[in-house]
Structures are given as structure tokens and as C-alpha cells.
């Protein structure tokens, strides 16, 4: 990336500078909590896709202290992801709310 950002400056004529303000390790998924979306994903017979995401989510830091796992719901205009022109059908949004019911139910059932 900074390779890129160097051929972007010097094709304008302009100079950066860059320096590094945070560094975390990837946040692994907690395999309880994944197999839960899953479970959820099927039940509704949405097509499941197992995706890494390179974003800094809060699940870099809160994974330290419990368990999680991301659901990511499909969005509009070509995937553009943490910006205004973020875009997502209301149909999908349904879709994630029901998973996310789902999961809910799903914890309710279970013997601790």
C-alpha cells in the first residue's frame, strides 16, 4: 500500500509522510459463535460464503476478553465498506436481523 501511495505521490508531484498509529493482530472467530451464524445462515437458506476480514472492527481488541464472530451482510455499490456511500438492500438488513434473531434463539436453548 505504501508502494502505491509513493507512485500516486510522485505521479502528482506532492510528498507524505506516513508513520504507523496502531497495530493489532487479526481477531480470530470464535468457533462456537461461527458455527452459531452458520446454523442461523441455513436455517434461513442463505448462501454462506467464510470471508477474513482485514477491517479494524472491534472484534481486534474485544476478543481478548470474550468471544466473537462477524456476520457480514452483502452490500450495494461494489462492496464500498466503511463509507458514506455504504449501501445495503432492506431485504438484506431483514436477512441479519432474523440471523440475528436466530442466534438469539439458538443461546436461549442451550444447557450451559
Known amino acids: 500500500m505504501l508502494a502505491e501511495l509513493a ?7 506532492l510528498r507524505y509522510t506516513a ?10 472467530s470464535h468457533l462456537l459463535w461461527q458455527q452459531r451464524w452458520e446454523r442461523a445462515l441455513q436455517a434461513l437458506g442463505v448462501p454462506l460464503f467464510r470471508m477474513p ?6 472484534a481486534m481488541k474485544l476478543h481478548e476478553v470474550m468471544p466473537q ?8 455499490n461494489g462492496g464500498i465498506s466503511h ?3 455504504e ?6 438488513m431483514q ?8 442466534v ?9
Not at 507512485?7 to 508531484?13: K, L, Q, S
Not at 438469539?104 to 450451559?112: F, G, S
Open 7 to 13: 507512485a500516486i505521490a510522485a505521479r502528482r508531484g
Open 69 to 76: 464472530a462477524m456476520l457480514f451482510v452483502r452490500g450495494l
Open 83 to 85: 463509507n458514506p456511500l
Open 53 to 58: 476480514s482485514g477491517a479494524g472492527h472491534d
Open 95 to 102: 436477512l441479519a436481523v432474523d440471523a440475528f434473531t436466530h
Open 19 to 28: 508513520e504507523r498509529s496502531m497495530q493489532a493482530a487479526a481477531a480470530p
Open 104 to 112: 438469539l434463539n439458538q443461546i436461549a436453548t442451550e444447557t450451559p
Open 87 to 92: 449501501s445495503t438492500t432492506s431485504d438484506d
